[in-house]
């Protein structure tokens, strides 16, 4: 990475993290992208080059993580399917401020409850969060359709790429749900792993078998 470059990661991380600290104070609704600005001593036209929208500032890291995602799959080793490549980065991309949790940091926990908490009073940044996941369901599955040479009519791809970001889906609700609870906060990330490759056995065997009805009981 040139100077150059250097220097705009810098800015571009002053103004996300400025942002955030604003946005856990007084909650996303409240917070002015003027206000961000000047706390982070820039333009606001700075603040906008980097970040076009407001929920952008908050939501960085979703978009890069879905980027990233994207990249892992069109990467992954030939003979491998798009699916193992998912899980692989999926599961261990949970490591991040959940293996902090794992380790006992205190820190990693509350931002983690903060980012709920925040979401949770802001239907701006709700709505907003599945436009992101949305955005990057289509990628993979016009990535899959790229890769099995699918038609426009075939829905095979799309089928495949929310199978897969469904389980991402399933995972953050899940994350949140225990995160706001009172057990060990330890076991957080340990359950979720558990959860997250027992949903990909789930896509990876199909669902032929899964939740058939059992018969009748004889009276």
Same mark, same amino acid.
């Given at each position: 990475?040139?100077?150059?470059?250097?220097?705009?990661?810098?800015?571009?991380?002053?103004?996300?993290?400025?942002?955030?600290?604003?946005?856990?104070?007084?909650?996303?609704?409240?917070?002015?992208?003027?206000?961000?600005?000047?706390?982070?001593?820039?333009?606001?036209?700075?603040?906008?080059?980097?970040?076009?929208?407001?929920?952008?500032?908050?939501?960085?890291?979703?978009?890069?993580?879905?980027?990233?995602?994207?990249?892992?799959?069109?990467?992954?080793?030939?003979?491998?399917?798009?699916?193992?490549?998912?899980?692989?980065?999926?599961?261990?991309?949970?490591? @991040? /401020? %959940?293996?902090?949790?794992? !380790?006992? +940091?205190?820190?990693?926990?509350?931002?983690?409850?903060?980012? =709920?908490?925040? *979401?949770?009073?802001?239907?701006?940044?709700?709505?907003?969060?599945?436009?992101?996941?949305?955005?990057?369901?289509?990628?993979?599955? @016009? /990535? %899959?359709?790229?890769?099995? !040479?699918? +038609?426009?009519?075939?829905?095979?791809?799309?089928?495949?790429? =929310?199978?897969? *970001?469904?389980?991402?889906?399933?995972?953050?609700?899940?994350?949140?749900?225990?995160?706001?609870?009172?057990?060990?906060?330890?076991?957080?990330?340990?359950?979720?792993?558990?959860?997250?490759?027992?949903?990909?056995?789930?896509?990876?065997?199909?669902?032929?078998?899964?939740?058939?009805?059992?018969?009748?009981?004889?009276?």
């Amino acid at each position: 990475m040139g100077l150059r470059e250097f220097k705009k990661e810098q800015t571009r991380r002053l103004l996300a993290e400025t942002a955030w600290r604003m946005f856990a104070d007084r909650g996303f609704e409240q917070v002015k992208v003027a206000e961000i600005a000047r706390a982070a001593m820039v333009s606001e036209a700075t603040v906008f080059k980097y970040f076009p929208t407001k929920e952008g500032l908050f939501f960085s890291g979703l978009e890069d993580f879905g980027d990233r995602l994207i990249a892992a799959v069109r990467e992954r080793e030939p003979g491998e399917s798009a699916l193992v490549a998912c899980r692989r980065f999926l599961l261990n991309g949970v490591g @991040g /401020l %959940l293996g902090r949790i794992e !380790g006992g +940091d205190a820190q990693a926990l509350d931002r983690l409850r903060t980012i =709920n908490r925040v *979401i949770t009073e802001s239907p701006t940044l709700r709505a907003r969060e599945q436009q992101v996941i949305a955005g990057y369901t289509e990628d993979l599955a @016009g /990535l %899959l359709a790229e890769e099995v !040479g699918a +038609d426009e009519d075939d829905i095979g791809p799309r089928v495949a790429a =929310n199978a897969l *970001i469904g389980v991402h889906r399933t995972l953050i609700g899940e994350v949140r749900r225990r995160a706001a609870s009172l057990e060990d906060p330890r076991m957080i990330a340990t359950d979720v792993h558990r959860a997250g490759t027992h949903a990909f056995a789930l896509l990876e065997h199909g669902l032929r078998d899964y939740a058939i009805k059992p018969a009748a009981a004889s009276q």
